[in-house]
């Protein structure tokens, strides 16, 4: 069975650039997140879809980071106009049933750097 | 807020030994723990989880133990080899988010 993959593995921008990461998660699994771990810090929360629906968004930063799982697929974060601050590593995972705390699994992160 | 933290951002330990990883949390109805493992240039790997309605749960190598009375957990690993060099991450696991302390840098030397 494929894991949850992501792409690309490392992208570097300029400040002001715009771009987009995508994720697949494992087929079948309704719950899938983002979370990114900026400069050595804990892993933070993003958001969490449940199939196509954002069940929770708190976690986003601002309004220049946006979420989509078109389909209940592969889901992309795109990020708009990019800032210093938003370097890190950004990870995605998902999990089988929705309402559970199944395991998450997680894919092997996007490094942004924005210069 | 409700917070999971780790007590030492890197610990060293010699190749056979036992290592310690500790974790504390601060909120006194979290129910469900679990320890992740990330290798270089690799995701967060489940390692073991425990629920509060037990004390101490075992693996292959790796033991969990909660106590809920000071709300701290830990990480055993026997036998220590340089594979388990890596970052190691506590996690509150919640229906929707896993909320991560902020990780101990395992070091394992010959």
């Known amino acids: 069975e494929a894991g949850v993959t992501q792409f690309p593995s490392h992208s570097v921008i300029e400040k002001g650039q715009t771009v987009t990461l995508r994720c697949d998660p494992i087929?079948?699994?309704?719950?899938l997140y983002w979370y990114r771990r900026v400069m050595g810090k804990e892993i933070k929360f993003l958001l969490h879809f449940v199939k196509e629906s954002k069940q929770d968004e708190s976690g986003m930063p601002n309004n220049r980071f946006l979420a989509e799982r078109t389909g209940g697929t592969y889901s992309t974060l795109k990020v708009q106009p990019a800032e210093l601050e938003d370097s890190g590593v950004y990870f995605c995972a998902s999990s089988p049933r929705m309402g559970s705390t199944d395991t998450q699994y997680f894919g092997p992160g996007t490094r942004l750097t924005v210069l | 807020g409700e917070s999971v933290g780790l007590h030492l951002p890197t610990l060293s330990v010699q190749e056979g030994d036992n290592s310690i990883i500790n974790c504390a949390y601060s909120n006194s109805a979290s129910d469900y723990f679990i320890w992740y493992k990330q290798e270089s240039g690799k995701g967060p790997q489940f390692i073991i989880d425990i629920r509060s309605n037990m004390d101490k749960r075992q693996g292959q190598r790796v033991t969990v133990l909660l106590n809920k009375t000071v709300k701290h957990l830990s990480l055993q690993i026997a036998a220590t080899q340089p594979g388990d060099s890596a970052v190691y991450f506590c996690?509150?696991?919640?229906?929707?988010?896993?909320?991560f302390g902020t990780g101990t840098r395992l070091q394992v030397f010959p």
């Open positions: 087929s079948g699994h309704d719950n």
């Open positions: 996690a509150e696991n919640k229906v929707d988010k896993l909320i």
